[in-house]
């Protein structure tokens, strides 16, 4: 589907419910682009489906559906909106997606509601060519898995990483690992092998090895202070283990304009954005 162009109608905004409203019933004319911010909302869509909304979810209701919403009996619910027509349309039905608000369409969406706050000129048409860009990805994707809560023990083992590591990259043992997460070695090791595929110190002298990979190509820094800056403090030592890792030698791999590697470790990306400082 080739979608050009969209043309807003209402909003974007905000909306702000306390526990118990609703609205609707009502037929829509056009498409409404709704996403959870805070609280929870029943959602009910005529002869069509019966929602429940979470914070994070997204959904695209066409026009012609004959609907009503059922916000959060408990707490205060809040949401984003925007209403817009297009030809040709993103959706016949509507298009439910859990959690992307929370992935990478969540920062077009708070572009968007910044161009509906400033209004600056021309802001209509540029919130448009958003919206055609924002639908697109939601109806032919692809798009990112909802996140997965992570087991607590994992959660407190990586946060002490990323706590440690704020201060300068060193190597941690499993023992400490496993002492910051109150839970025993054995226990750490098996969830950490079943989120990412091996044990907590071979990933996490993985990422400090990658670190060190983005260092040789985008930094003037010399070998050996690369080395010590990923917690190696033997450069000769940095040198096997990057070479084991990456199949290729430091210098080499400068020297090669960062020739292009491999891991053994497919979520070394996620481990590796998930342990970086704030």
Known sequence: MNLLS????????LAYYPPGASYGPRMLSDFELVWLRTGSAQWHGGDCAHLR?????????????????????????RHGYVHFRSDPGPASVPV????????????????LLWLGE???PG?????????????????AGPLPEPATPEPAALAAALDYVRRQWTAAMRP???????????????????????????????ALELVRLDRART?????????????????FADPLYFSRRFRAAHGIAPSVYRDNGAARVTSDLPGLPILARRLAAE
């Open 6 to 13: 969209a043309e807003v109608t209402i909003g974007p905004a």
């Open 53 to 77: 909304l979470a914070p994070g979810d997204l959904l695209l209701i066409p026009p012609g559906t004959r609907d009503e919403f059922r916000w959060d009996r408990e707490v205060p619910t």
């Open 96 to 111: 439910l997606h859990r959690g992307q608000a929370h992935g990478p369409v969540g920062g077009l969406l708070e572009f």
């Open 118 to 120: 400033t209004q600056r």
């Open 123 to 139: 802001w209509r048409e540029r919130a448009g060519e958003l919206l055609a860009v924002i639908t697109q990805v939601l109806t």
């Open 172 to 202: 941690l043992t499993l023992r400490e690992l496993a002492a910051a997460a109150c839970v025993s070695p054995s226990y750490l090791s098996r969830v950490f092998r079943k989120q990412y595929g091996c044990g907590p110190s071979a």
């Open 215 to 231: 260092m040789l190509a985008r930094s003037n820094l010399t070998i050996s202070q690369v080395a010590i800056a990923c917690g």
